[in-house]
């Protein structure tokens, strides 16, 4: 692979969750590491302590001399990067190899028995289940992930012998095509990147076209009622609770997780806890399971991988949880991200009063998913609605959190970042859950401060 004949890897967008993955790997291969990106964050500050240099300004004489030569130097950046940015402006002009983020972790995981997982909600959490059920059994992984595994406190797991590599297929400008995978889990298809596809059909094409690029003779799992054609494959199907090629059955609550039978072609694996909260995982974890289950994982392998399994780092995350308050944060942006978010918690909590705070991510979803998002808070007691995070957009005219709040039932009102603290003072809370994609994850520890401040904790 040409790629490892270069000695220096320079990423345009290093703190990205998908990006510090693929630096991580290069920089544990002994490669020269170096990035750009926009903001300090607790990931690229866990990456310079691993050794990995980053710049937070975008001018091109932050780039040091060893990055300047375009004969031993790789580029990699991330769709997310503005065409506009000088450093990838001058890459290109002095002709350098650049490389998507996607195109390299298609020709890192191109000779191995790669699983993609893909899916418009729900691919960080199956990515990091199967990546630890793999982990945990003789299989052992390679993983590439889209979120912090709170198992190995990383987004990177590597191994010295298992040929398994499990990735997060992004569906976000068509990454995933870069991919031919083994085999593969589609967990959903829903309307969203509507700024990239225009329409849901278009969206549903792209997986499709995704599906045809498993690899012949492979293994595609996906979510029942789905409609991909799957030629020259092994299909299953899964569900929650709805009969298909693996569900669960005696479904219940144990001490806040979930206990279930897991029924799959062989028969049924009895009693599965599965020690991370929300019944949307569950779902997730029979998904996981699945695929863990047909490349050769066995039943008591696949128990203690679900009953040892920590969650995902702002994935139902819990941050405070006693008899005076439970705080939870999620990463959940679209609206049915957030249904299922919250029906989760209001399954655990029946009795108590839920006030979310949501922080919008893209002016584009907003405006297309207005409605929806409005439908889903109204599952809350109380809303408090962040300004919109614009991530890689300009602002679009008339598009604000207002257009959610006009379609709130609940008491709701809008506050900025800056003031949201302060607002927080006054109020008290049962059960707080922070929600969104964008930066809300720099108010969660000021917040738990603030409560552990007040009650203690």
Request: with cysteine.
């Amino acid at each position: 692979m040409r790629i490892k004949n270069y000695k220096n890897i320079y990423f345009i967008g290093i703190g990205g969750i998908g990006m510090s993955a693929i630096a991580r790997y290069f920089n544990s291969i002994g490669k020269n590491v170096f990035g750009y990106d926009r903001m300090a964050t607790q990931l690229t500050a866990e990456l310079t302590a691993e050794g990995i240099g980053i710049t937070f300004q975008e001018d091109v004489d932050q780039i040091p001399a060893r990055y300047q030569s375009k004969y031993d130097t790789l580029v990699v950046y991330t769709p997310a990067i503005p065409a506009n940015h000088p450093q990838l402006i001058y890459f290109q002009q002095q002709q350098f190899e650049i490389m998507k983020r996607s195109q390299v972790l298609g020709l890192l995981s191109d000779n191995l028995n790669g699983i993609g997982i893909a899916g418009t909600h729900g691919k960080t959490t199956v990515s990091t289940i199967t990546a630890h059920i793999f982990k945990t059994s003789a299989l052992d992984c390679n993983a590439f992930l889209g979120g912090i595994s709170r198992n190995y406190q990383s987004n990177l797991l590597l191994s010295k012998t298992s040929p398994w590599m499990i990735l997060e297929a992004d569906e976000f400008d068509r990454s995933f095509l870069q991919l031919h995978p083994q085999l593969a889990v589609v967990t959903s298809m829903d309307a969203d990147h509507l700024d990239i596809y225009g329409n849901k059909n278009e969206l549903e094409k792209s997986f499709q076209a995704f599906v045809y690029q498993i690899k012949e003779g492979g293994i595609l799992v996906y979510k029942k009622g789905l409609i991909l054609t799957h030629d020259k494959l092994s299909a299953y199907t899964y569900s929650l609770e709805e009969k298909a090629d693996f569900y669960a059955e005696n479904i219940k609550l144990v001490e806040g997780f979930y206990q279930f039978d897991l029924v799959y072609p062989d028969g049924i694996i009895k009693d599965l806890l599965f020690s991370y909260p929300g019944k949307i995982n569950v779902e997730n974890a029979i998904a996981a399971s699945a695929m863990a289950l047909l490349c050769g994982v066995e039943a008591d392998e696949l128990r203690k991988a679900l009953s040892t399994f920590k969650g995902v780092r702002r994935r139902f995350d819990y941050q405070i949880r006693n008899e005076k308050i439970v705080f939870i944060d999620d990463y959940a942006h679209h609206p049915k991200e957030l249904w299922e978010s919250i029906s989760s918690v209001r399954e655990l909590y029946p009795e108590k009063n839920i006030t979310g705070i949501f922080q919008p991510h893209l002016y584009s979803r907003t405006r297309d998913f207005a409605e929806g998002f409005a439908a889903s808070l109204n599952l809350l007691d109380e809303v408090i609605l962040l300004d919109i995070y614009p991530a890689r957009e300009l602002p679009i005219e008339g598009v604000s959190s207002e257009i959610i709040l006009k379609n709130l039932k609940v008491p709701a009102k809008l506050c900025s970042k800056g003031d949201l603290i302060e607002l927080l003072r006054e109020k008290e809370f049962e059960v707080l859950l922070t929600l969104g994609a964008g930066d809300i994850d720099k108010l969660v520890e000021p917040i738990k401060n603030l409560i552990c401040e007040r009650l203690e904790c």
